[in-house]
């Protein structure tokens, strides 16, 4: 994979986005879900107009011989933040490692199906999972820093990288662009485990920054986080949007609505052999998932008759 048949996206500004109440459905089938605030950019975006990071088709993923997933279709739009919910076990953290290659790193996981990153196929042979992993990055649950100097942790990834350029300044944008520089400017070469927990998970996402990433993938990144710090992440995740493309897994329904422009509902399902499988049920404008999903399923799960 290299830069020029995968070209950053560079051009282009996002449009300003604000959270736009969502007006109550019209029909009846319509699902109305209270004080829920859905996010959306200020010309609504028509879906048949994404551009898309990555295109997903037929993904099916393995542990050894359990099909944990399957069939997966979905399309993940540039600099769009793109909300992956459902149940627990329905396969979500699965796919979203589908997308930087990191179930390979899983003795036995293994995917089949198609994703098309930028055209390319993520999975084609001549592609490193390395530089896969560096354009693609993971911020996870729990944060995890390293046991290291602030200025330490966000370094490495470039020194690993053999960036050229001042370090000091390569530091500084990262930690500004993740809202954490003026928090942490006077205290740089302090150990990262001193930061509470939100701003650990700032620096984080700081740190998949440095390496400049054209994608971020976020893996219920607030769940061990209070509600101030939440917001904290939930508003410099709709800053991030206008500069990188975003997947988040959150099993927070309220925190979908509120800071994605698509939503992907899935959900477990037996089979005829009393097997569990997750799919995709639908995937639409978060908008529509949240006032008028057009399947029964996610009509239960987000109205809480489910789950
Ligand atoms: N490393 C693994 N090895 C074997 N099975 C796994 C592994 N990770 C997840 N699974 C199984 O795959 C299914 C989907 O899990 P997961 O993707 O973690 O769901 P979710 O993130 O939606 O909670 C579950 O049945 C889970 O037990
Ligand atoms: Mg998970």
């Not at 061990?224 to 897994?249: C, F, G, H």
């Amino acid at each position: 994979m290299t830069e020029s048949r995968n070209p950053m996206p560079t051009s282009g500004i996002a449009a300003p986005r604000t959270p736009v109440p969502v007006p109550a459905p019209a029909a009846p089938i319509g699902v109305s879900v209270p004080n829920v605030t859905v996010r959306g950019p200020e010309v609504p975006r028509n879906i048949e107009a994404l551009d898309p990071v990555f295109t997903v088709s037929g993904l099916s993923v393995f542990y050894g011989d359990y099909e944990a997933v399957r069939g997966v279709d979905m399309t993940i739009g540039n600099r769009e933040i793109t909300a992956m919910i459902g149940p627990s076990g329905c396969g979500k953290s699965t796919v979203l490692r589908c997308f930087n290659r990191m179930n390979d790193l899983i003795p036995g996981a293994r995917a089949a199906g198609k994703i098309l990153y930028h055209d390319e196929d993520l999975y084609g042979e001549h592609v490193d999972p390395i530089e896969v992993r560096r354009r693609i990055g993971m911020v996870f649950q729990k944060p995890n820093p390293f046991p290291k100097s602030i200025y330490d942790n966000i370094a490495y990834g470039p020194r690993v990288n053999g960036v050229k350029g001042r370090m000091d300044d390569i530091v500084e944008e990262a930690l500004t662009k993740a809202a954490l520089w003026d928090e942490v400017k006077d205290k740089i070469k302090q150990n990262a485990l001193s930061l509470s927990g939100g701003q650990q998970q700032r620096l984080c996402i700081a740190r998949a920054i440095a390496v400049k990433p054209d994608v971020i993938l976020m893996d219920e990144p607030c769940s061990a986080l209070d509600p101030i710090a939440t917001t904290k992440i939930e508003d410099l995740m709709q800053e991030l949007s206008r500069d990188y493309t975003i997947v988040i897994v959150t099993h927070n329904m309220q925190q979908a609505a509120r800071v994605s422009d698509r939503t992907a509902f899935f959900t477990a399902e037996v089979d005829h052999a009393g097997v569990r499988h997750g799919r995709l049920v639908e995937f639409d404008e978060t908008s529509r998932i949240f006032t008028n999903p057009s399947d029964k399923r996610t009509e239960d799960y987000i109205t809480g008759r489910f789950g």
